[in-house]
């Protein structure tokens, strides 16, 4: 059976999201799997949790530690909620060179379906498998001249890839990426996505958005958005808006069905709460009123969290009450 290698590049901020990502990816395979996390530093306990994930099913894991400076020269994204992590994917194809393929993922996502059906993409021609970004996709011709892309060359998301890491390495793609982000520094907006757009122009296998489906961008089409989610393999809350800090945004109860098998649910419902609490300002709902909405869809559906879960909320209860008041 092959083994299915992920990538992912997170901080300590970022750990509990990628334990989701992780579970839903094991809850709907039977294919063996190897993380590769690269991070900028993850604390012991937060490690400790990520490997506990081998509770729910085995899989094989290792870490690989950054040092940011060397992406010292590449600009912060102009959206804040990105971080500087996505940089280093740069690094993948270099971290172990035995490797020849690798999925390459944001943290953002869950998968609905089988992760072997992303992995069985052909991109023995191409340096990557892509989908099409629908942001960037309403405007492409301007984006094309913004970018020195070639004519007829789509845009692509880079938080759902498959990367051909053996032809990576034949044409030193690590360094010609570094190269590209320096050179083009005063132009990227999102440096990670840009510097892949640039850099695998026009060498890109694109994939259906099926395996890429980004509910919370809206689609112009209302059947194509249902049959790409009907038929959904990887769902990816690309944007400003999350599961984690917005409980309206679309298919967050997909998001939630993983997060409770999660080592870090308690953390995850707490950012949650706190965050509709701050908003609560100038007419939201009460902490209460929160609270009750959200243990009644959230937590009650499964009983077995419902004792731990209430015992930590009743813990955290009287200080909520006092920031939102």
């Given at each position: 059976m092959d083994k299915i290698h992920v990538f992912f590049s997170i901080n300590d901020d970022y750990a509990k999201y990628l334990s989701v990502a992780m579970i839903s990816i094991l809850?709907?395979?039977?294919s063996s799997?190897?993380?590769?996390?690269?991070?900028?530093?993850?604390?012991?306990?937060?490690?400790?949790?990520i490997n506990s994930v081998k509770n729910i099913k085995n899989f094989e894991i290792d870490y690989f530690r950054v040092d940011n400076d060397i992406f010292k020269d590449i600009p912060e994204c102009a959206d804040a909620h990105v971080s500087d992590e996505p940089d280093h994917k740069f690094l993948v194809s270099n971290i172990d060179k035995n490797i020849d393929k690798a999925i390459i993922l944001d943290v953002d996502i869950i998968f609905v379906d089988d992760i072997?059906?992303?992995?069985?993409i052909d991109i023995t021609d191409n340096y990557i498998g892509a989908s099409i970004d629908r942001v960037f996709s309403n405007d492409k011709e301007k984006w094309r001249k913004y970018y020195s892309l070639p004519e007829k060359y789509d845009y692509i998301n880079s938080g759902v890839m498959v990367a051909n890491l053996k032809k990576w390495r034949h044409e030193s793609i690590s360094e010609k990426l570094f190269e590209v982000a320096h050179k083009n520094a005063k132009i990227l907006?999102?440096?990670?996505?840009?510097t892949f757009n640039m850099t695998f122009a026009p060498k890109v296998k694109y994939f259906p958005q099926i395996f890429n489906y980004t509910p919370n961008l809206g689609y112009d089409d209302i059947k194509e958005e249902e049959n790409i989610r009907m038929n959904a393999v990887v769902v990816h809350w690309a944007g400003h808006e999350k599961p984690w800090n917005n409980q309206n945004v679309y298919m967050c109860d997909e998001f939630f069905k993983y997060a409770r098998l999660s080592p870090f649910y308690e953390s995850i419902l707490y950012e949650n709460i706190t965050k509709l609490c701050a908003n609560s300002q100038g007419g939201g709902l009460s902490i209460e009123a929160y609270l009750s909405k959200f243990l009644a869809l959230n937590m009650l559906k499964e009983q077995k969290n419902a004792t731990k879960l209430l015992r930590f909320l009743e813990f955290d209860l009287n200080l909520m009450k006092l920031k939102c008041a």
């Open positions: 809850k709907n395979t039977s799997i190897f993380f590769h996390i690269i991070n900028s530093g993850l604390s012991p306990e937060n490690i400790r949790k072997k059906k992303l992995w069985d907006r999102f440096p990670d996505q840009d």
